[in-house]
C-alpha cells in the first residue's frame, strides 16, 4: 500500500484545479484512466513522429537523388529559364522540408493533454502528508513502515532505497526535522543495502542527516563513511550555527505539524483522542455478556422467519448493533457504480451559508438521489424498517464515502449536523452504517467514550441511537469516528432515521 507514493510520482497524471487529491479507490481509478488517456495521446504523438520522420527521410533522399542528377547536368546554368525552374522547385523542396520539420500536426495531438492545467505535483504532497498523519498518529517508525509492519501486524509491502529518499525529502520541504533524520537514516540503509542505487544523492543524504541531527539531538552523522566533498563544510556550518537553526526550524516546524496533524490538535479533549488513538492502533475484543448476545431476530416478522437477521449486540447502553449479511453484493457493485461518476470532497455548511471542504474527514462522498433511492433500494428501506423498528419514509438521503490511504473520520456526534437537508424533520435519532467492503485488520469505527470498535465487515450494518429514547436528549457516549485507513480501501453507506415520523414517548418539536 506504501507504494503509491512511488506509483504517483511515476505517473503522468494530474486533477482539475482546485481538487483534493485522495488515495481512494475512486481517485485512484480517475488518476489511471487519466493516464491511459494521456498515455494513448503519447501514443498517438509516437506514431505521427514516426510517419513524420520516414516522411522526412523519404522527401530528404528524393530531393538528394533530383539534386545529384542536376549537378551532373552543367548545361543547365547556361539557360536562365532552367534555373529558375530549379530555384522554384528547390524552394518548394525547402518549404516542404520545413513544414515537416515544424511538427505541427504531432504537436497539435500533444495539446491534449496541455488542456489540463495543475502540474503543480500537489497530490503528491498530500499523499506524503498523508503517510506521515498515518506515521504519527500510530507512532510507526520509518524502519517499520518502510518495512510494512505495525505491531507485527502486515500493512503494506515494502519501501525501496528510492521511496524512503523521496519521504526525507518531502519531510525536508515541510520543515519537519524529526521526520527528515527518520526517513533519511532509513534511507541511508536501504541505500547501502540496495547496492547504492543512484536515485538516491550521497551529497544531500549528507546534508539531510546532518542537519537534522544538528536540530534534533541525535547524533546520527557517524553513520556516513562517505567522503562527499561538501561533507565537512557541512558538518562545520551546522555545527557553528545549530542554535540559531534550531530556533528557526522550532517555529517552523511547530507551524508545518499542525498542517500535518491539524484535524486532531484542533479536537478538543486530549484524553479522548489518545483513547481514540489507542482503540485504533490496538483495538479491543467484544465481551458478550448475559445482555450482550448474538441471535437470529426476526422482529416478529413472519416473513422473517425463514430468513433471519444475525444480530449481533455491540453495547448494551447506548444500545449498538451489528447485523450481518444484510447488503446483498449485487446491491453493492449497484451502489457502487451510481457514485463512481458523482464523488466529490467531503464539504460542511458554514455560519455564513457558504459550503467549505470538511477537515475533520479525508474521503469522497456522494449521496444518492430520491428517484434512484425509490426505485433501486425499496427492499433496502423495508430491510432498514425491520431490524431497526424506525420508519425510513423521513430519512437524510443514502450516503455513500470511499476512504483510502489515510483516510479518516475524526470523532464526532451524528445528531446535530448543522447544514442537513433535512433540520426541520428534527435530529438524527438513528444511524445505520453499511460496510460496502471489508478491511483487513483496521479502520475501526471507534467509540472512544466506550473503548469499543466495530471491524469493517463487508454487507454488515452497524446501527446506534444518538439520542436517549425516554426524552431526545443527546447521548454523548455515541462520539465515534473512523480510524485512519493504513491498508486498502474502506466503501461505507449510511442513512440517519429522523425524529419526524417515528412513534417516540416526548415531543421532540417542543424540545
Known amino acids: 500500500m506504501f507504494k503509491y507514493l512511488a506509483v504517483v510520482s511515476s505517473l503522468l497524471i494530474f486533477v482539475e484545479s482546485g481538487n483534493r487529491w485522495h488515495t481512494s479507490q475512486i481517485m485512484l481509478t480517475k488518476l489511471y484512466d487519466l493516464q491511459n488517456d494521456h498515455f494513448n495521446v503519447l501514443d498517438n504523438y509516437m506514431d505521427l513522429e514516426t510517419k513524420r520522420l520516414e516522411e522526412l527521410k523519404n522527401y530528404v533522399a528524393a530531393v538528394y537523388e533530383w539534386r545529384h542528377h542536376i549537378k551532373t547536368n552543367k548545361d543547365f546554368l547556361h539557360d536562365h529559364l532552367d534555373v529558375f525552374k530549379v530555384m522554384t522547385q528547390m524552394h518548394q523542396h525547402f518549404l516542404k522540408i520545413d513544414d515537416l520539420i515544424q511538427n505541427k500536426q504531432s504537436i497539435e495531438a500533444l495539446k491534449v493533454i496541455d488542456e489540463h492545467k495543475d502540474l503543480s505535483g500537489d497530490h503528491l504532497l498530500l499523499a506524503h502528508r498523508s503517510l506521515r498523519r498515518?506515521?504519527?498518529?500510530?507512532?510507526?517508525?520509518?524502519?517499520?513502515?518502510?518495512?510494512?509492519?505495525?505491531?507485527?501486524?502486515?500493512?503494506?509491502?515494502?519501501?525501496?532505497?528510492?521511496?524512503?529518499?523521496?519521504?526525507?525529502k518531502y519531510?525536508?520541504?515541510?520543515?519537519?526535522?524529526?521526520?527528515v533524520l527518520d526517513w533519511a537514516v532509513e534511507a541511508y540503509g536501504k541505500w547501502e543495502s540496495d547496492g547504492r542505487p543512484e536515485c538516491v544523492d550521497p551529497d544531500l543524504l549528507n546534508y539531510y542527516i546532518v542537519s537534522s541531527s544538528a536540530y534534533t539531538g541525535f547524533d546520527f552523522m557517524h553513520l556516513l563513511n562517505l567522503s562527499g566533498s561538501n561533507y565537512q563544510e557541512y558538518t562545520g556550518k551546522f555545527v557553528f550555527y545549530s542554535r540559531l537553526m534550531k530556533n528557526e526550524l522550532f517555529e517552523l516546524e511547530k507551524e508545518r505539524a499542525m498542517d500535518i496533524m491539524e484535524v486532531y490538535n484542533n479536537w478538543n479533549g486530549e484524553e479522548d483522542l489518545n483513547k481514540f488513538r489507542n482503540l485504533c492502533k490496538h483495538g479491543v475484543s467484544r465481551t458478550l455478556t448475559k445482555y450482550s448476545k448474538c441471535r437470529y431476530q426476526t422482529n416478529n416478522l413472519f416473513y422473517r422467519i425463514l430468513m433471519p437477521f444475525k444480530e449481533e449486540d455491540i453495547n448494551n447502553d447506548p444500545l449498538i448493533k451489528i447485523y450481518h449479511d444484510v447488503l446483498y453484493d449485487e446491491e453493492i457493485l449497484k451502489i457502487k457504480t451510481m457514485s463512481l461518476a458523482d464523488m466529490s470532497d467531503a464539504k460542511v455548511m458554514a455560519g455564513n451559508d457558504s459550503v467549505l471542504r470538511e477537515r475533520s474527514r479525508s474521503g469522497q462522498v456522494y449521496r444518492i438521489n430520491e428517484v434512484d433511492a425509490i426505485e433501486y433500494f425499496d427492499a433496502l428501506n423495508t430491510r432498514i424498517e425491520s431490524f431497526t423498528g424506525f420508519s425510513t419514509k423521513t430519512a437524510e438521503r443514502y450516503q455513500i464515502v470511499n476512504y483510502g490511504l489515510g483516510g479518516h473520520y475524526t470523532p464526532h456526534l451524528d445528531a446535530f449536523q448543522k447544514g442537513t437537508e433535512n433540520m426541520e424533520l428534527g435530529n438524527r435519532l438513528v444511524t445505520v452504517l453499511f460496510y460496502l467492503t471489508g478491511v483487513q485488520n483496521d479502520g475501526y469505527t471507534s467509540f472512544p467514550l466506550l473503548n469499543i470498535i466495530a471491524p469493517v465487515e463487508k454487507g454488515a450494518a452497524l446501527v446506534w441511537k444518538n439520542l436517549h429514547m425516554s426524552d431526545g436528549q443527546l447521548c454523548y457516549e455515541t462520539l465515534h469516528g473512523s480510524c485512519p485507513l493504513l491498508k486498502g480501501n474502506k466503501w461505507i453507506m449510511t442513512r440517519w432515521l429522523y425524529e419526524e415520523g417515528q412513534h417516540l414517548p416526548y415531543n421532540w418539536k417542543n424540545k
Open 134 to 168: 498515518l506515521q504519527i498518529f500510530y507512532t510507526i517508525s520509518a524502519s517499520d513502515m518502510s518495512a510494512g509492519r505495525m505491531n507485527e501486524k502486515v500493512i503494506g509491502n515494502r519501501m525501496d532505497a528510492c521511496e524512503c529518499w523521496v519521504m526525507a
Open 171 to 179: 519531510c525536508l520541504e515541510e520543515n519537519d526535522p524529526y521526520g
